[in-house]
């Protein structure tokens, strides 16, 4: 995706990310007020539309980050050739929290990406930002031999996915009431977990 705010100043860059997602998560389409962005964003109405022609423009433009600020990072980063699954969902895991980190309006911009969107368009969209299909981050090349025997792996999967997922959602949650801890404390959180896990399913 060519990046239309890449002679923006980072800092306002992201301000202005964070204040549309949250303005247009919070609202739908039609009620999303670009004043509100302009001034979260602490940018004037006449640089906004320097760089967007309409708020669809801006919308669009959104759409398009959302998916690619989570599915690159994931995909070059996840480790296909690791056959560890713990490992690489810790990967996976922590690269999740730092974007939530960085981005915290994103997850609520993405449920209103997705608002009333069937599954069929949904798939076509994602498929088209991940470079790897997401079905392989859990299932592709994993040595099935490091777990005990009698575990079902799949079931021992999705468990671990669950636990950390509740994880990011807990997270997410106390940053939206300014409450999060650090999220290096988080990390260490997920990692505890993880240990746990390796010792109830691994040899």
Do not use: W
Request: hydrophobic share 40%; net charge negative; glycine share 4%.
């Amino acid at each position: 995706m060519k990046d239309t705010l890449d002679k923006m100043n980072p800092e306002k860059r992201i301000r202005l990310i964070n204040a549309a997602m949250r303005e247009f998560g919070e609202n739908s389409f039609d009620k999303a007020s670009t004043n509100k962005i302009v001034k979260e964003a602490g940018i004037s109405k006449g640089l906004l539309y320097h760089y967007f022609d309409s708020k669809e423009d801006l919308f669009d433009y959104l759409f398009d980050y959302a998916l690619d600020a989570v599915a690159k990072p994931i995909a070059e980063e996840i480790g296909l050739e690791d056959q560890d699954i713990l490992r690489r969902i810790e990967r996976i895991t922590k690269l999740k929290l730092k974007i939530i980190h960085e981005m915290p309006a994103l997850v609520t911009f993405s449920k209103a990406m997705y608002a009333g969107m069937d599954y069929e368009t949904f798939k076509q969209i994602i498929e088209k930002h991940h470079p790897v299909p997401i079905d392989e981050y859990y299932q592709h090349n994993i040595d099935v031999s490091l777990f005990k025997e009698g575990i079902n792996v799949s079931m021992a999967i999705q468990n671990i996915q669950y636990t950390l997922e509740k994880i990011g959602d807990q997270y997410l949650n106390l940053q939206n009431m300014n409450q999060a801890p650090e999220v290096e404390v988080v990390m260490a959180q997920v990692e505890a977990f993880l240990t746990h896990f390796r010792s109830i399913y691994y040899r």
